[in-house]
């Protein structure tokens, strides 16, 4: 692995462009204070750089960029482009975006465009080259970064353009309109097409929407987003070439399929605000530095936004208790992070975002945010000294994450609400209680390296997919299929006979189980299973006809009852094919867990679950991190841990000792 | 009475445009395999039909018909106007639904016109009468199915042309504006009009619509999408004469009255869609069954559209029990239905209702669901050697259902918050538990073969109407009043002075009771009534002055306590007027009814409330049906009946012995 | 003080315009019956005095005034502008409001004109202008009642009339658009307006808008609804000099700062609705009566609205309880009213308030409500010889009640959710419990002549505000200020440096604390404080640096654990200043209370909490009033008090004797 970066970043958003600029020198001073390395600047400054169309004005931006290279702090430069201008929506209302209901939304947050406006894609560009021109050579230079947080609020418009440009990505997938009929299965409700310009974005309508052109226009708008990034990036590419691009991500984000995104970064960035409040809120955001991790292929990624404690968007904002911020950025370094960045510099005194903590905070330098602010920046410069800096982040298990699946399980008319991100976390937090490091790939992808697999709820799925996961299996991995899997094909047809990738399958075989009807379980009831493994769990059931393979657990109650609930084929390679058919509970997802890691020869940090408490090994360092108020003693890897509330502690990890 | 059909008609809608016509074949195989003797066709097939505007494509539906004729299955047709072609949204988006808030949907579900669209209707009733034409005379030809489910997503629209088509309505209701200013009360709120032209539908407004604008507004969509039906049928009465016309109602359907409906259907017909995981629901499908047999004046009737497992459009939809299917089928039959139907024959495998269960599911015939549809197809067509087909099922107690005061109360700004359907059918289930079957009339109709009557909040009601009751009981007849009864005119004027028809009315007098003032309880506020009937009751109370009554309960606690809850006069033709002026929990109500059955001198199949069981007798067999999944023990009309889960008996009924 | 009439005034709105003028007559025998003196007449009758656009029908109000005159009763005359008739939207569409949506409303309820509509205002000023001229002199006419309710359901329209007016009164406001920038923060999320014509209304948009322009949007919409009653006062000022002017406020009412309307009112005129279900709605209630008293600097006022029993536009319209409207009524000529009236007279027979009670209701004179009615009107009329009429309510404590820290703390993206009504409700109630007397006063008020004056959550407050805070301190008053004030200025920009006024106010001096870091606690979770004063609060933690100030309680947990939570600073003057930074519960309020009265050296009239009873002196009479239905005796001001079921006792007070 490669670092990337000389040393860990340590910095945040700065919006000088909202202060008086007598304030700037103190700004590099106290970022020198804090062992500050980095500073994003001017995600919010069109309005200040474009003052009026095609006028620019970047003088303000070279002071800022001066004062901050003097002081020997790096910029990762905005494109700027994330908000545009209070001009543009007088000039151009046809830029705004307009929701399902036919609403154009207004000026006065921001992100206010249509993602496929080619008017404000033109204005936007204009900018990005003006500035690659002006700043491409500034030594305080170290990364572009387009946009902000694609589609955090606007993911899709429903403007007459956009229905265009939906039109045009479907001529293009589809070819012919019948090819979109076919898929669509327009035969049924009368909503066959006999042109393109036919179809219409999947608007407010009188019931429930085509599946798969509610799909498609998932697909689409993450398309025609990340075409945005792409064009920027082209224009940077061009003139800042070896200048290293990204955006910011924003962790399990439903509205961007990051897995085709990731290819267009040269560094994977990542903002995460897990709730301070929330006592499992840790779970998320681990989950969240795995799939980074994963997105960049194991490559270092950068924490691009955090708090230093509260946020202002949750309805009752909790600040960090003492410690727990050190936590939180830990776990990312831990996981795989080479940089640790906060939203933002110092705190605003007006607009929308005021009551956001920040890394000076309205309170001034002597403050416990601040000083915490201060050891930690001491803290990860001395730590770029270790091997942990640019190092990987070994996994053994990896768990399918597929973004198809989120958008279809999410529909109108499905067979139950099943939360897709909330299953697979589910998942991952039974491994994650074991101190098991996760790896998420995306459907399709060559596993082999991996001991175990886990793929919960993944209804979407091809039959080369389905086939390729059997293929794991009786090459000798260990395969865990959760209900809700390969119900469907990527067109959203059901596979018919069975379920599981269809009659006759190769996935069916490998389990050794087909489905014969669902039957999901009513909202807190639960159902309690015996066997070999025994236990109690909710949201589903179904009928799974057992043709080869052990039933490890059979549904006591229900509609199931008496029918299989866990299964699990050995395969003659050694592997294993694990087929389960409803939600454990935490106690029997730590049974499971159990048995899967002993089938899959995957050794866990922790003998036993420990709640609150996470581990993980990157450069030969182990990090252990309390996320607890409480002190807590684990037995890590076979070592006695004693952790203060919100500990952290490291250690040469067992293979590196 | 006649039959319907010579036998038992079993099937369910057939879409086979959604699949490759290789499977045509099959399907009749399995058909024939299930005893289907039925199959409703084209319900969705107006752009397979009508590929371009005025070009028709029906070759392959008569290649349908064919096929299904040749296999021994008859064709319920439709008319295939539920679902118009994408082109007609493109070519005329006036022709598309506004909802109240000015928002037009959208393309790309189903049901997308609005019901006074005179371009919908004029491709409608050509289409119609093409379909006459070509396939008036085909013999697999059974009955005609306009359009489906009328207003199951779309039942008013505020465009345009709906507003005019409102004035003019309004203006044959009522031939002058100022009768208009009178009915609606426009003297208040400054509302009155000088001309139908100012007159709007009741989109959004600032605060509480005219209550009379808001009925009126009701009655007209009820009649426009009526219309659309009757345009229809004028169009095949005049084609094929003789050949029977339905369409499928919707149960206890709010958008539309169906009393003013079933003149128009040659067969009532109805979709059904019980919660098989909720325990209660078989009251709310008896109540369905029996008003359906009610509207056509007692005549069989024909279940269209159930399904033999789960639906796709709740929360979570639970699977049918084994046996459940059967038990509700039976429900059907037992209540009046001459053919039992479901939607959909083969299970989609793409587009919004894939996951709603079929009588082939996905899995094929080899599966529980299937076997289960055959096991049924079998006993049906045994059933029809019987004396059940066409025969009628005897009631001696009427409740009467309105759906206008259903309109009324369902308002902004009324006393409180009170559910006329719930209402109706808290006191339908204390019937049902002691077997005694119901018929559902009209307010108005001609009552005197009833030997009790019940009008449980019947807000709305003419003086007219309420002479009529009073005349019931006067004459001998059980009458019993609930709460929140004739409080308001049609026009929805107060009855003044003391309600109930208003001061000095002749309902008054039967009744011998006025009411000085309401006084609704707070939502999970109870109160307990004592004298000759005592228990808890909730939802209402008011201030009753006993005139000329036994009081049968007092108040003890809350706004009126000491004052009367329930009274009793004895009418001197021997007949009985109650009023109830609370809601009766579950208990007291069942201590109600005996009184009032005893009263009535109906006899209870039931000596006790049976929760979960039910009973009726049809053509000299009684049904006795378990919906619960245990067993059951229960005398019912004086004979020891042992009921499995779900299980069904079947014999003579005590007068046929 | 002076009286505002020569006696006490009684009765309601009279709409006789909805009913038959056959009934008048009986009207007038009546009222006359009932002992009223008042009846305010044409509120919403424009439909009926302009039938068409400038053709006036006056003759039928001219004879519903005479007759009235006749009788003996007094006429509050309404301009009729509260609801234009139909012929206006039909006319003048742009007249009527457009939501944040973008939905234009419809006519059919009422209140149907955007508040900045041009063509509206100038026919409301046209109908005013005939109005007065007709009837200025008219013997019958008392006042003028300008509209009704204004803004009760539109107080902000989105039409583009709306948004140049809004722009207008910016510019109005910052004279130029980079104070605007300075003042809403637009330096954040590229913002910046080049010119006002880019500013819009706050429509629905991406994200959070801009707080300020939030706030101004409020400040304007109040503004421009005042604006109309100005207009029209100013034309009834011209022709009928000396006749009183008011319009109805609404209490507590959001949309609209009172403050600043006050000074245009003649009489400070409310409509309140306690709903008699709710034990504890006294408390808002008396809280409304001693705001309406507080806005007129301690004058007399008048309600212009309550209901004799249940109202109709909640879910559940209670019915009040005998002697519960006599409660209610007394409430408000104790805390200071000079009349009392209804709405209505007579209960509609139809339209959307025919449920709500009326003085004469549905069952005519003969009944409960009625002969309450009259036995009330007795009773004031014999009170009007007293020394009660005209007389001013003392009040020792002041409670700062500010609109726009009301508008702030609603806004979105706040640290928590403060219902700062609410929140002063709880202070206010604690007061009220131990029968002491409060005024309400606008921040920035003298509040010398007050012994204690509290501040719950005023979270906006220029610096001139926070240093009469302290001064009053310093000079020997008691301040008690809660947790959440001053943490913005009047721009909503932050106090920097602590909060409270920010760095080295004099207010942070007064109390001897500032703030560090807010750290609210989540929903439902409480605190334990600990210290000279120890309890339970919830909603609300913060870490306060205690400069100069003695720590009554500290908190015992959570993240300010160990810190202060409540603090007193002696000052020179024998004052003392308190900072509250929690929200104490019920029990812990009482004993904060009691403190903070020993401290102010106020005489609570209760010794001990007497919930559900209330106490207030007025014109030497003491009233104790017993909210609840059970008796109670109390000891009240040192008397032993018995009172029935929502009892009143009068009694000379303890200064008077």
């Known amino acids: 692995m490669t670092s990337l970066f000389?040393?860990?970043?340590?910095?945040?958003?700065?919006n000088p462009d909202q202060w008086d600029p007598s304030i700037w020198d103190d700004d590099v001073r106290l970022m020198q204070g804090a062992s500050v390395t980095t500073a994003t600047v001017g995600v919010f400054s069109w309005a200040r750089l474009e003052p009026q169309p095609g006028q620019y004005d970047f003088a303000w931006l070279e002071t800022v960029l001066d004062k901050l290279h003097a002081g020997?702090?790096?910029?990762?430069?905005?494109?700027?482009?994330?908000?545009?201008?209070?001009?543009?929506?007088?000039?151009?209302?046809?830029?705004?975006?307009?929701?399902?209901?036919?609403?154009?939304?207004?000026?006065?947050?921001?992100?206010?465009?249509?993602?496929?406006?080619?008017?404000?894609?033109?204005?936007?560009?204009?900018?990005v080259r003006e500035l690659a021109t002006r700043f491409g050579k500034h030594p305080a230079l170290e990364a572009w970064h387009t946009n902000n947080e694609y589609g955090c609020h606007i993911s899709a418009s429903y403007d007459d353009e956009s229905v265009e440009a939906f039109r045009a990505w479907l001529e293009k997938r589809y070819g012919a309109v019948d090819e979109l009929n076919r898929a669509w299965g327009t035969g049924f409700w009368s909503q066959r097409y006999f042109s393109f310009?036919?179809?219409?974005?999947?608007?407010?309508?009188?019931?429930?929407?085509?599946?798969t052109q509610l799909l498609d226009w998932r697909r689409f708008s993450s398309d025609a987003m990340l075409a945005l990034h792409r064009a920027e990036r082209a224009i940077l590419d061009e003139i800042t070439p070896g200048v290293p691009v990204t955006?910011?991500?924003?962790?399990?984000?439903?509205?961007?399929?990051?897995?085709?995104?990731?290819?267009?970064m040269d560094i994977i960035s990542d903002d995460e605000y897990p709730d301070p409040a929330d006592p499992v809120s840790h779970i998320h955001a681990a989950a969240t530095r795995d799939l980074m991790r994963s997105l960049g292929g194991g490559k270092p990624w950068l924490l691009m936004e955090q708090s230093?404690?509260?946020?202002?968007?949750?309805?009752?904002?909790?600040?960090?208790?003492?410690?727990?911020?050190?936590?939180?950025?830990?776990?990312?370094?831990?996981r795989g992070a080479d940089g640790i960045l906060h939203f933002q510099w110092r705190q605003s005194a007006s607009g929308a975002e005021k009551f956001h903590a920040a890394m000076v905070p309205h309170g001034g330098e002597n403050t416990r945010v601040h000083r915490e602010v201060q050891a930690l920046g001491r803290e990860f410069a001395e730590l770029s000294a270790g091997n942990v800096l640019g190092a990987a982040v070994p996994a053994s298990v990896a768990i399918v994450f597929d973004w198809e699946s989120w958008w279809a399980l999410g529909q109108e008319a499905t067979p139950t609400r099943v939360d897709y991100e909330q299953t697979v976390l589910e998942w991952y937090a039974a491994l994650l209680r074991r101190g098991v490091t996760i790896d998420f790939a995306p459907a399709g992808a060559d596993l082999s390296a991996y001991r175990a697999v886990i793929v919960p709820a993944q209804q979407v799925m091809s039959t080369g997919e389905a086939d390729a996961l059997a293929a794991y299996a009786e090459n000798g991995g260990c395969l865990v299929v959760g209900y809700q899997s390969a119900v469907l094909d990527?067109?959203?047809?059901?596979?018919?006979?069975?379920?599981?990738?269809?009659?006759?399958s190769a996935l069916q075989a490998a389990l050794g189980v087909a489905i014969e009807e669902f039957a999901p379980l009513q909202a807190e009831v639960t159902t309690w299973l015996s066997g070999a493994l025994a236990g109690s769990a909710g949201v589903w059931q179904e009928h799974v006809v057992v043709a080869d393979a052990q039933t490890v657990a059979t549904f006591d109650d229900g509609h199931a009852a008496g029918g299989a609930a866990v299964t699990r084929?050995?395969?003659?390679?050694?592997?294993?094919?694990?087929?389960?058919?409803?939600?454990?509970?935490?106690?029997?997802?730590?049974?499971?867990?159990?048995?899967?890691?002993?089938?899959a020869g995957v050794a866990a940090a922790f003998a036993h679950p420990e709640p609150g408490v996470e581990t993980a090994v990157r450069g030969g360092t182990r990090f252990v991190i309390n996320h607890t108020g409480e002190p807590r003693s684990v037995v890590a890897a076979g070592r006695d841990v004693e952790l203060e509330p919100f500990g952290v502690a490291m250690f040469p990890a067992e293979g590196a000792e």
Do not use: C
């Open 197 to 211: 310009d036919e179809v219409d974005a999947p608007r407010q309508a009188p019931s429930f929407r085509n599946p």
């Open 72 to 127: 020997g702090v790096r910029v990762i430069l905005a494109t700027a482009t994330a908000s545009p201008p209070a001009w543009m929506a007088k000039l151009h209302p046809e830029t705004l975006p307009v929701d399902e209901h036919g609403t154009r939304l207004g000026f006065g947050s921001r992100q206010q465009y249509s993602p496929s406006s080619a008017t404000y894609l033109e204005y936007a560009l204009k900018l």
């Open 569 to 599: 084929r050995a395969t003659a390679a050694g592997g294993a094919a694990w087929y389960v058919a409803t939600q454990p509970d935490e106690t029997l997802f730590d049974a499971l867990i159990r048995r899967v890691l002993r089938d």
């Open 490 to 504: 990527r067109d959203l047809h059901v596979h018919l006979g069975g379920y599981l990738g269809g009659a006759g």
């Open 308 to 334: 230093p404690s509260a946020v202002n968007w949750r309805d009752r904002n909790a600040a960090k208790a003492p410690g727990q911020h050190r936590a939180h950025s830990f776990q990312s370094v831990a």
């Open 247 to 264: 955006t910011n991500f924003m962790g399990f984000f439903a509205n961007a399929d990051y897995w085709t995104w990731a290819p267009y």
């Open 6 to 14: 000389p040393s860990f970043r340590y910095g945040g958003d700065y």
